[in-house]
């Protein structure tokens, strides 16, 4: 049976999925990927995701609007990168133990709120496969990149323009500088406080619409728990890709990939124990954190609160 997955059918079915699934990861990987360029760690990225996928779903349940849903996963997860960004660069609270309790919040609010409002799972009509024309009827390739929904395409779209920010313009290279050595950067005239609070609101953004995107584009249902440890995924591909936006998006589609993959093995019933499927990916979180420490440097302000003088 193990053979089924090696036709063209399977194989276009895998890869399409992968592509689909490695959305969430992108977004919150991308946003996380800003904040600790800048120095700030957040651990609650998965709160995030949890509350914005809430409110995404929530919001489109009742007025059955799909960017009024996507528009409020942006504004809660912008006010919750702010309320890391005020816990973090402000008081200064060891980032560790606060992004822990960031995500506890979002964990514990999202289950209240669903108890509260739905009190059942429910579903919702979710943003529908665009097939880009002349693109999209290419034999294989075309079922695989070109017949995805909207927030597939814009999450692809953040890699280039992440990269281009980071890189290339005076941002992103206040972002660089903070995160590197903040007393340079504040002699120099650069906001230290600023750009750590632009970083983490934008990255609470990202984790916001990447709840989104599971909440009503790939899953079009919530639940509790929903992110199941995607957001702690999120922030480990940070460190695999090397805290680089091309990283970022080989980390998340080698995830993307197995997540898929074991989807796959259950549809197949192929026999191996679904236990060990459902685990491949968080398996391979541990083997992904233990490469990436023996040959990336992170940042080297990376959750070192700066005092000016200090």
Do not use: C, H
Not at 83 to 104: C, D, F, N, P
Not at 239 to 258: A, N
């Amino acid at each position: 049976m193990i053979a089924e997955l090696f036709t063209t059918t399977v194989l276009v079915g895998i890869l399409a999925s992968g592509i689909r699934l490695s959305t969430p990861y992108l977004f919150a990987s991308l946003g996380e990927t800003f904040g600790q360029k800048s120095g700030v760690l957040n651990l609650g990225v998965e709160g995030i995701m949890l509350l914005g996928a809430f409110a995404a779903f929530y919001t489109t349940f009742i007025t059955e609007n799909l960017w009024l849903g996507l528009l409020a996963a942006i504004i809660v997860g912008g006010i919750m990168g702010l309320a890391v960004a005020v816990i973090s660069v402000t008081l200064k609270a060891q980032q560790g133990i606060s992004g822990i309790g960031i995500y506890l919040f979002g964990l514990g609010m999202s289950e209240l709120l669903f108890r509260k409002t739905l009190g059942t799972v429910e579903i919702v009509s979710g943003f529908s496969s665009i097939y880009i024309p002349f693109l999209s009827d290419i034999p294989i390739l075309g079922e695989i990149f070109f017949q995805q929904n909207l927030l597939v395409y814009f999450a692809y779209i953040m890699v280039p323009v992440s990269w281009f920010v980071l890189s290339k313009t005076t941002l992103g290279l206040k972002i660089r500088a903070v995160g590197e050595n903040p007393e340079a950067a504040d002699t120099l005239g650069v906001s230290v406080s600023g750009v750590r609070y632009f970083t983490q609101i934008f990255g609470g953004v990202m984790s916001g619409i990447a709840g989104a995107s599971l909440s009503i584009a790939l899953l079009n249902v919530f639940q509790q728990n929903l992110t199941s440890g995607l957001g702690f995924i999120a922030v480990a591909l940070v460190y695999f890709g090397g805290w680089r936006p091309l990283g970022v998006l080989v980390g998340s589609l080698i995830f993307s990939m197995v997540n898929a993959l074991q989807l796959w093995v259950q549809v197949l019933n192929i026999p191996i124990p679904s236990d060990i499927a459902v685990m491949m990916p968080y398996v391979l979180t541990i083997l992904a954190l233990v490469i990436a420490v023996q040959r990336v440097r992170p940042p080297s302000a990376l959750t070192k609160p700066y005092e000016r003088g200090g």
